[in-house]
Nanobody, 111 residues
């Protein structure tokens, strides 16, 4: 069993920034980690992923604005959200190797 705990969400104005963190209960050294989001009435979608070697991929709408990173020693994955837009409003979830999920953290972008 793997536990993931997300944090860092909140209410931010358009154009603002947030940094999400995902703390994992076991080693992430050889694991691809991902951040997903789910807006009300929509399906959960992949926002960004990062391989064990550090290669990152992003959903088109967040390219150039979001950055995924990892600290294997701390067993933590981060998602830096910049230039936030109202359409980024969603619950953001961390994913471990495509199998385990955290409880999510709410990001609301509104003036």
């Amino acid at each position: 069993q793997v536990q993931l705990v997300e944090s860092g969400g909140g209410l931010v104005q358009p154009g603002g920034s947030l940094r999400l963190s995902c703390a994992v209960s076991r080693s992430i050294f050889s694991v691809t980690m991902g951040w997903y989001r789910q807006a009300p009435g929509k399906e959960r979608e992949l926002v960004a992923s990062i391989t064990w070697g550090g290669s990152a991929n992003y959903e088109d709408s967040v390219k150039g604005r979001f950055t995924i990173s990892r600290d294997n020693a701390k067993r933590t994955v981060y998602l830096q959200l910049n230039s936030l837009k109202p359409e980024d409003t969603a619950v953001y979830y961390c994913n471990f190797a495509g199998g385990f999920w955290g409880q999510g953290t709410q990001v609301t972008v509104s003036s």
